[in-house]
């Protein structure tokens, strides 16, 4: 039976509330969107994107609540144990509560379905009430629950998940390495399985975590699926069930490829339909069956193709299905995605059209762009990305420290 953590919200729910926006903003915003102050970047006409609050440090994983409020997890950046959960609520024009700190790099916020809400922190997974003011933090996986703690080694330590349709947890479990390179750098032996991407806890995977409901208790795990190199953008449609993946692919090609002179093209990363029992490539292939240099001669026909190749290094950190009623009619059941990354094809939120599954059809739209460094408005670097009740697309930024609201323009 899992326990509860008795870590109390007195050091939480008990602060006291201070403005979303004590910080002084990195963005010069000088007109409204939505009630909001505007920030200078390119949207579709009739869009706009307004700044809900500043001051984190490093924040990433967004959940919008049913009554307008916000919860965000701030790693407050790579060290261990300094991270922090906060409520950012609405009606009180997004004063800032502090729930939980001295946290271990909090990514994921997800809400499920017991009305609880899930935290991926490194190593495991934790809830909490968030109807309740003296709610305990309760581990669900490693911690002081009956689960085993999820492996935190290496470059890929960040927890990502996601709940499908029947209620079951789906994890990342990222890779160790960049491209199963030993601690030394040295690639692996090219007619040999890379150790850390097999056997019975394979890195660069996904797993999947029955659960008992309406309790939440976890009843056994599987590796779901394998050659995903690190899964932070994770979505499962709401009709269909498709469970989608962004993947991160690897860095420093161009070192092990006579010629390139740079990785800027290569490899892409990549949109896939995660399957059961699926390989998807890593460390042995990328893209449309490309060899990784590494491993020159391997059939890379065995593994799963992408649904869609991404420019190379957008890093995908978060996306979501568009139901809501807000925005115009053309981006209902769109596919959002942040593009994170810190070089040409990153800084930026797109949308692509998908067929009745939610299957990406086609090149995607820029919803925010023009998202570069430049007087008054620094680059962009979008984390999380969901909808909220209102029809708002909220997105995490851990670049400025900031939350955004994408919204349809409306008169002051």
Known sequence: MTRPVLVALVTAWGFVAFPAHAAKSPYAAHAKCDGLPRIEVATPAGLCVGLVASG???????????????IVADMAGWAKGKGSLWLLERKNSYKRRLLFDKLDRPHAVMLGPDGRVYV????????FDPANRQAEREDIIGGKSDQERLPDSGRH??????FDRAGDLYVNVGSASDNCEDAKGQPPAPDKPCVEAEGDLPRGSLRRYQMRWPEGRVLGWQTYAKGLRNSMALAVHPKSGLLLQGENGRDNIHRHIPGMESDERFPPDELNVVERG????????????????EYPALDCSRFHSPLHL???HAAPL????????LLPSEYHGALMVGYHGYRNAGHRLVAFRVDQRGLPQGDPVELISDWEAKEGSPMGAPTDVKVGA???VYVTEDRNGTVLRLSAERAQ
């Open 56 to 70: 984190f440090k490093f924040p990433r994983g967004i959940l919008p609540l049913d009554n307008g409020d916000l």
């Open 390 to 392: 209102d029809g708002a």
């Open 278 to 293: 699926a390989h998807y490539g890593w460390p042995y292939c990328y893209g449309e069956g490309m060899s990784s240099p």
């Open 120 to 127: 991926g922190v490194v190593g495991g997974v934790f809830r």
């Open 310 to 312: 991404l420019p190379a």
């Open 318 to 325: 978060g996306m979501a299905w568009y139901f809501g009623k």
């Open 157 to 162: 330590p960040l927890v990502s998940l996601v």
